[in-house]
């Protein structure tokens, strides 16, 4: 039997553990990134450029976003143990391979470039991880160009922009330890639609249509901002979500009230003058 004091003290080591866990939280992102823009809903992409609401994650929400961090440490090692030349180091910038586009506000980091000797090239490389059940399953019988939409158009970007014909998609299952290891061949066309897509999500001034009227649907019950999309909750307070603001080169916000650029530590904060954009 637990004892009932000591369970006390435990559930307080929890609670301080999923307190600090919430710190993994990164807040805003700053550009509208890649492994999101395949996302059928161009609202909840708007959304998310504009800084219209971020939901803090719990200590259990982040740790999966941390595990998947870790997880993708691990199959580099398994990769370069396998014997593969993998790289996730630019040589040019000494930093982790990226794509920058549309003046600064559209990007991603690439996983790695790998090269395959049985292709005599190198590939893109991307990690996934997946729950066992019927989502897996599907993967590993019809491939991700089929089963997972976001993640095809994020290497399909990736390829487009750093000109790789093929990726080298591996997926754990993080219930069992099976791999899912797949060679597709990449549409850079696809990569150019979603270039153009977050083009037109970064220049416009008004939210885009819903995927759906109602909130009760699928892709809508469960995102984050179906208050404010469907419920009108409002918008939360920051330069971004301000009409006033306007995204410009270098990856830098205008204040077009005061006509001047928005120093980088202002933009997160409530000013007295914002005027939703909402």
């Given at each position: ?168 998609y591996i ?9 899912h290891v ?76 005061w006509n ?19």
């Open positions: 039997m637990i004892d009932p004091i000591l369970s006390v003290v435990a559930s307080n080591v929890k609670y301080k553990i999923n307190e600090f866990c919430m710190t993994f939280d990164g807040g805003f992102r700053t550009h509208l990134g890649a492994s999101i823009i395949g996302d059928k809903c161009k609202r909840k992409l708007w959304f998310t450029f504009r800084w219209i609401y971020h939901a803090i994650p719990d200590g259990k929400q982040a740790r999966i976003f941390d595990t998947g961090h870790h997880e993708e440490l691990r199959m580099i090692e398994w990769l370069k143990g396998a014997g593969y030349n993998i790289k996730t180091i630019d040589p040019k910038t000494e930093k982790q391979f990226h794509i920058s586009s549309i003046e600064g506000h559209f990007g991603g980091s690439l996983d790695g470039i790998c090269f395959i000797p049985a292709m005599c090239q190198s590939v893109l490389v991307e990690f996934k991880t997946n729950k066992t059940g019927s989502e897996f399953n599907k993967l590993v019988e019809n491939g991700v160009q089929e089963t997972k939409e976001k993640h095809w158009a994020q290497v399909c970007t990736y390829g487009f922009k750093y000109h790789l014909d093929n990726v080298l997926c754990k299952n993080k219930d069992n330890d099976e791999l797949e060679i597709a061949k990449l549409d850079h066309n696809l990569g150019q639609q979603m270039e153009n897509k977050a083009r037109e999500i970064i220049y416009s001034k008004t939210m885009p249509v819903r995927i759906s009227e109602s909130p009760a649907y699928f892709e809508c019950k469960f995102c984050e901002f179906v208050d404010v999309c469907h419920k009108f909750e409002p918008a939360m307070h920051n330069c971004r979500s301000c009409k006033q603001a306007e995204s410009v080169e270098n990856g830098e916000w205008k204040c077009n009230k001047a650029i928005i120093p980088k530590e202002e933009i997160v904060k409530d000013q007295a003058c914002w005027e939703s954009i909402i």
